[in-house]
C-alpha cells in the first residue's frame, strides 16, 4: 500500500491532468505572480484591486477575519479581512502583464479613491520585479537571459507588483440640502428624509450620494409616487476637503395601478397569472405590491423566470404593469442520492422539527409535472428506497431497508387567486425512529395555504389528514415487548407562521412565530379524540463583529380525551406514537441525543424548550457556537419546570449553499438536571454518555445540515 501522502500526490497529479495540465507563460510574456497594495489604511485593498485590469494569479486561501471583503463597485469599501494565502494550482493560470493596461490601473486607483471622498489621494510608487517589465512589456524569444529568470527554457519570467498610496484625508460633506419635499404629507417628508444615509460630517462618498437618490425614490414609489425624480448636485471644494451637496426631488402625481400585460407565457393562460399578481387597476401605487406580485407569480410553480415591473406613463397618473413570465421545464425527471442526517419535519406546512436516532442513505427518484392537467397543476412524484441506520448521524449498524413512495398535487389560484390547494399522499415501510420494529404507515392530506403581507410575511394553512398506522404480525420492540398497536387517524390541521427573519438559512435578526393545532376524532373516524398545540417563538437579536444572539422557545400539548378501547396503553395515554412529543437531539436539548429528554423515546403529552446561542462568524465559511440548552418532556397533564435539564455547549458552522454544517458537542449540568424534590422521570429514560478520543462525560454530540433553530 502507498503512503497516504504518495496516494495524495498521485490524486493531484491526477486532477492535473483533468485539468489540461500545468499553466505556462507565453515565451515572450511576463505572468503576474503577485500583486500587492501598500498604504490603504482607510480603505480596503480588496475593493481596490477588483478595480484592475492587472491582477495576481490565483490562489486557494483561507479567510481568517469575519469582515465581508469589499469589491470595486459595491459596499463594504473599507473592509480586507486577512487570509492565508496557501498555494496555487499547477493549472491556473498567470494573468499577462500589460504594461499600458497597468497605467490604466494606477489611474483608476486614483479615480477610485475620488469616488470615496480622497480626492488629493495619490500613487506614491509602483515598484514591478524585475523593473525591466515596466519599459518593456515584452521578452525576446531567443534571449536566454532577459533580465529575469525564466520559468523553464520555453517560458518567459514571473513579476511581483507592489502599488503603494497615499490616501490623504477625506472629504467630508460641509452642507446637504434636499428640496421639492414641501408638497408631501409631513410624515412622507419625515420618512424621506430618513432614508438618505449622508449626513453633515460624513466622508462625501458617491456610492453613499448615489444610493440616498435612489432610496428617496423607493420610499416614494412605496407611497403611490412612481413618478418621482432626484436630480443632485455635488461642489467639492478640494483644498479645503469640503463637499456641497443639494437633492432635488420632484415627486410628481400620486399614482394608481393600471392595466397589467402578460407576455412570455407561451400557452398557459394569462388569466390566472394577473389574478395571482393581484394588481387591482384603479388602487393605490405601491413599489412594494410589484415585489409581492413577482413573488405570487413565481409560487404559481410553472415558471423559471418571473419579472414585474412598472410601465410609466407619457401623461397622467395611471401605470400600467408589465408581468413577463419564462415557463419552466414542463417535465422533469431527476435521479440522485442523499443522506437524512437525524432531522425530520412532520407535516407538509410546518416547520416541525424533530431529531430522530437514526440516518439513512437513500436514492431518490422525482418526476415533476409543472402543467399537469392543464391549469398549472403541478405534480410530483418520489420514492426513495433508504438504508437506515439505527445510530445517531454518523454512527454504524447493521442497515435495515426501508422505503418512502409520495405524491404532492398543487392547484395554484384556487380557491381564490393567492391560495394553493394541497392534496399530498405517502407511504412509509422502515423501522420506528427510536425503536427497532417496522411498521408500514400510510398518509394522505388535502389543504389550502396562503401568505399574507409584504414579502409573504404571514403564512396559513388549514387541511385535513388521514394516517393508518399497522405493525407486521410477528415484530417485537427493541425490548422484547410488545410492539404499539395498529391505529386509524384523522385530525384536522391549522398553521399559521410570521416570520421576520432577514435571512431564512441564517437569520441575524428578526423573529419567527409559529402555531400549530390538530384536531383528532370527535366527528371524524380516529383511534383518538384529542387537540394537540404547539406554539414555537425565536428571536435573533444583531450584535457587533455579525455576531447573533439567537433565542428560542416551545412548548407542546396534548388534550386527549378519548380513545378506542383496542389500542394498547402507551398509546391510550401518549397520542398517536408518530406525532407525539419528544425532545433531545440536534434540533432540541443538545445535551441528550434524539429522544431521550424527559421521559425518554417513546414520548409525552408535556414538553417545554429553551435555548440561548450565540453565533460567532470566525470568517465567511465557518462559524462558532456557544448554546445553553433546557427543556422536558413530560407524560403528566402539567409541564415540570423544575425538570430544566441544563444542557451547555459549543459547536462549529460549515457555511454552504445547501445550509451550514454543523457539529455540536453538549454537556448537562449536574446539580441544574432537576430541581425538585423527587425526579418524576420514567425509570426507562436512561441518559447517555458522549465520548471524544476516549474523553467521557454527561452529554452527546452531533452532526447535521442547517441551525438548529
Known amino acids: 500500500m502507498k503512503p497516504p501522502f504518495q496516494s495524495l500526490w498521485a490524486l493531484v497529479a491526477a486532477l492535473s491532468l483533468l485539468a489540461g495540465g500545468c499553466a505556462t507563460i507565453p515565451k515572450d510574456r511576463y505572468g503576474v505572480s503577485t500583486l500587492r497594495i501598500e498604504g490603504a489604511d482607510e480603505m480596503g485593498a480588496d475593493a481596490i484591486e477588483g478595480c484592475l485590469s492587472t491582477a495576481e494569479r490565483s490562489r486557494v486561501s483561507f479567510p481568517l477575519g469575519i469582515g465581508q471583503a469589499g469589491s470595486c463597485g459595491e459596499p463594504p469599501f473599507d473592509e480586507s479581512p486577512p487570509e492565508a494565502s496557501l498555494f496555487a494550482w499547477p493549472w491556473t493560470d498567470y494573468p499577462l502583464f500589460d504594461r499600458i493596461a497597468?497605467?490604466?490601473?494606477?489611474?483608476?486607483?486614483?479615480r477610485w479613491y475620488a469616488a470615496r471622498g480622497f480626492h488629493g489621494a495619490e500613487v506614491t510608487e509602483a515598484r514591478v520585479e524585475p523593473a525591466e517589465a515596466l519599459n518593456q512589456d515584452t521578452l525576446e524569444e531567443d534571449e536566454a537571459e532577459p533580465g529575469c529568470e525564466r520559468r523553464s527554457d520555453d517560458e518567459g519570467c514571473t513579476l511581483d507588483i507592489t502599488i503603494v498610496v497615499?490616501?490623504?484625508?477625506?472629504?467630508?460633506?460641509?452642507?446637504?440640502?434636499?428640496?421639492?419635499?414641501?408638497?408631501?404629507?409631513?410624515?412622507?417628508?419625515?420618512?424621506?428624509?430618513?432614508?438618505?444615509?449622508?449626513?453633515?460630517?460624513?466622508?462625501?462618498?458617491?456610492?453613499?450620494?448615489?444610493?440616498?437618490?435612489?432610496?428617496?425614490?423607493?420610499?416614494?414609489?412605496?407611497?403611490?409616487?412612481?413618478?418621482?425624480?432626484?436630480?443632485?448636485t455635488a461642489r467639492v471644494d478640494r483644498p479645503n476637503r469640503k463637499a456641497f451637496l443639494e437633492l432635488?426631488?420632484?415627486?410628481?402625481?400620486?399614482?394608481?395601478?393600471?392595466?397589467?400585460?402578460?407576455?412570455?407565457?407561451?400557452?398557459?393562460?394569462?388569466?390566472?397569472?394577473?389574478?395571482?399578481?393581484?394588481?387591482?387597476?384603479?388602487?393605490?401605487?405601491?413599489?412594494?405590491?410589484?415585489?409581492?406580485?413577482?413573488?405570487?407569480?413565481?409560487?404559481?410553480?410553472?415558471?423559471?423566470?418571473?419579472?414585474?415591473?412598472?410601465?410609466?406613463?407619457?401623461?397622467?397618473?395611471?401605470?400600467?404593469?408589465?408581468?413577463?413570465?419564462?415557463?419552466?421545464?414542463?417535465?422533469?425527471?431527476?435521479?440522485?442520492?442523499?443522506?437524512?442526517?437525524?432531522?425530520?419535519?412532520?407535516?407538509?406546512?410546518?416547520?416541525?422539527?424533530?431529531?430522530?436516532?437514526?440516518?439513512?442513505?437513500?436514492?431518490?427518484?422525482?418526476?415533476?409535472?409543472?402543467?399537469?392537467?392543464?391549469?398549472?397543476?403541478?405534480?410530483?412524484?418520489?420514492?426513495?428506497?433508504?438504508?437506515?441506520?439505527?445510530?445517531?448521524?454518523?454512527?454504524?449498524?447493521?442497515p435495515r431497508f426501508g422505503n418512502l413512495v409520495s405524491a404532492d398535487l398543487r392547484q395554484p389560484g384556487f380557491p381564490e387567486a393567492r391560495m394553493t390547494t394541497r392534496f399530498n399522499a405517502s407511504y412509509e415501510y422502515g423501522p420506528d425512529p427510536f425503536d427497532t420494529f417496522f411498521r408500514h404507515r400510510v398518509d394522505t392530506g388535502l389543504s389550502v395555504e396562503r401568505s399574507f403581507l409584504h414579502l409573504q410575511t404571514l403564512f396559513t394553512s388549514l387541511g385535513i389528514h388521514n394516517s393508518v398506522y399497522l405493525v407486521p404480525d410477528g415484530e417485537l420492540k427493541e425490548n422484547g415487548g410488545l410492539p404499539p398497536s395498529d391505529y386509524l387517524l384523522t385530525y384536522l390541521s391549522q398553521d399559521i407562521r410570521i416570520d421576520l427573519r432577514d435571512n431564512i438559512r441564517r437569520p441575524h435578526a428578526g423573529a419567527f412565530l409559529q402555531l400549530s393545532v390538530h384536531e383528532s376524532g370527535y366527528f371524524l373516524p380516529s383511534s383518538w379524540n384529542y387537540v394537540r398545540v404547539v406554539p414555537d417563538a425565536r428571536a435573533y437579536i444583531p450584535l457587533p463583529l455579525n455576531i447573533t444572539l439567537a433565542m428560542r422557545f416551545t412548548v407542546g400539548m396534548y388534550f386527549i380525551t378519548d380513545t378506542d378501547d383496542d389500542l394498547d396503553r402507551e398509546n391510550t395515554e401518549l397520542g398517536p406514537r408518530d406525532l407525539r412529543l419528544r425532545g433531545g437531539g440536534a434540533s432540541s436539548n443538545r445535551g441528550f441525543i434524539a429522544g431521550r429528554l424527559g421521559d425518554g423515546p417513546d414520548g409525552g403529552t408535556r414538553r417545554w424548550e429553551a435555548s440561548l446561542e450565540v453565533r460567532v462568524p470566525i470568517n465567511q465559511l465557518v462559524g462558532t457556537v456557544f448554546f445553553a440548552d433546557a427543556g422536558d418532556v413530560s407524560r403528566e397533564t402539567h409541564f415540570r419546570f423544575d425538570h430544566p435539564q441544563v444542557s451547555v455547549g459549543a459547536g462549529i458552522r460549515i457555511f454552504t449553499p445547501i445550509g451550514s454544517i454543523r457539529w455540536d458537542v453538549a454537556g448537562r449540568i449536574p446539580g441544574l438536571q432537576v430541581l425538585a424534590d423527587v425526579d418524576q422521570r420514567a425509570p426507562g429514560a436512561q441518559t447517555t454518555n458522549a465520548c471524544i478520543f476516549g474523553a467521557c462525560w454527561p452529554g452527546a454530540t452531533h452532526i447535521s445540515i442547517g441551525e438548529s433553530f
Open 102 to 110: 497597468f497605467d490604466q490601473d494606477l489611474e483608476r486607483i486614483r
Open 248 to 398: 432635488r426631488v420632484t415627486p410628481g402625481p400620486a399614482c394608481v395601478f393600471g392595466e397589467v400585460h402578460v407576455s412570455g407565457n407561451e400557452d398557459l393562460p394569462a388569466a390566472p397569472i394577473r389574478a395571482a399578481a393581484g394588481l387591482s387597476q384603479g388602487y393605490r401605487f405601491d413599489a412594494r405590491d410589484l415585489e409581492d406580485a413577482q413573488r405570487a407569480v413565481h409560487d404559481l410553480g410553472a415558471f423559471g423566470s418571473v419579472m414585474v415591473e412598472a410601465i410609466p406613463p407619457e401623461e397622467g397618473n395611471v401605470v400600467d404593469v408589465r408581468v413577463a413570465v419564462t415557463p419552466a421545464r414542463r417535465e422533469r425527471l431527476g435521479l440522485g442520492v442523499g443522506i437524512q442526517s437525524g432531522i425530520i419535519t412532520r407535516g407538509a406546512t410546518t416547520n416541525d422539527q424533530i431529531s430522530v436516532p437514526q440516518w439513512d442513505v437513500h436514492l431518490i427518484a422525482r418526476y415533476t409535472h409543472r402543467n399537469f392537467l392543464g391549469g398549472m397543476r403541478q405534480l410530483i412524484l418520489e420514492e426513495q428506497p433508504r438504508l437506515i441506520f439505527q445510530e445517531p448521524f454518523p454512527g454504524v449498524t447493521q
Open 166 to 232: 497615499d490616501e490623504g484625508e477625506p472629504t467630508l460633506i460641509e452642507e446637504l440640502t434636499v428640496t421639492g419635499l414641501d408638497e408631501l404629507p409631513e410624515e412622507l417628508r419625515e420618512t424621506v428624509l430618513r432614508s438618505v444615509s449622508i449626513a453633515e460630517g460624513d466622508r462625501f462618498d458617491e456610492w453613499e450620494y448615489d444610493e440616498s437618490k435612489a432610496a428617496i425614490l423607493r420610499t416614494l414609489a412605496q407611497e403611490s409616487y412612481a413618478l418621482a425624480s432626484v436630480e443632485g
